[in-house]
């Protein structure tokens, strides 16, 4: 598992999936045809499957999803094609029933784990 952090939590990304996409108006005049505007592009859209070890890591994690500001996701990998500033959309997450995790060693071996995603939107 990769590691990451956002806003400095550390995170264990296990699958990456991102979207670019572009805004595009199709108008279809009765004259017949089909005309096509760009209007400008979106901004990026990145899912972050990951887990999260310990409470207080995973409700720092809820609580960025609430507060209008964007926060830096960096990876010890150095993945320079996701790295930046994020907001922080959705958290989804699911606690597993782990009984010793060995993924953070500065924490207890009974600290709970959880699977997470997380949809951040490149501020660009």
């Known amino acids: 598992m990769a ?6 939590i550390r ?3 296990t699958d990456l999936e991102g979207t670019d996409t572009q805004v595009i108006s199709k108008h279809n005049p009765l004259g017949g045809g089909t005309v096509i505007h ?20 995973m409700s720092s994690l809820k609580a960025l999803s609430k507060t209008g500001d964007y926060y830096t996701l960096s990876s010890w ?5 996701v790295q930046g500033n ?9 606690r597993r029933p782990i009984y010793r995790q060995t993924l953070r060693e500065d ?5 709970p784990v959880y699977t997470v995603s997380l949809a951040l939107e490149r501020i660009l």
């Open 3 to 8: 590691g990451w952090y956002y806003n400095g």
């Open 11 to 13: 995170i264990f990304a």
């Open 38 to 57: 760009v209007f400008g592009y979106a901004d990026p859209v990145l899912t972050l499957n990951c887990v999260v070890v310990g409470d207080e890591d």
């Open 77 to 81: 990998e150095g993945h320079s094609i």
């Open 86 to 94: 994020y907001l922080l959309s959705d958290v989804k997450y699911t």
């Open 107 to 111: 924490l207890p071996s009974t600290s």
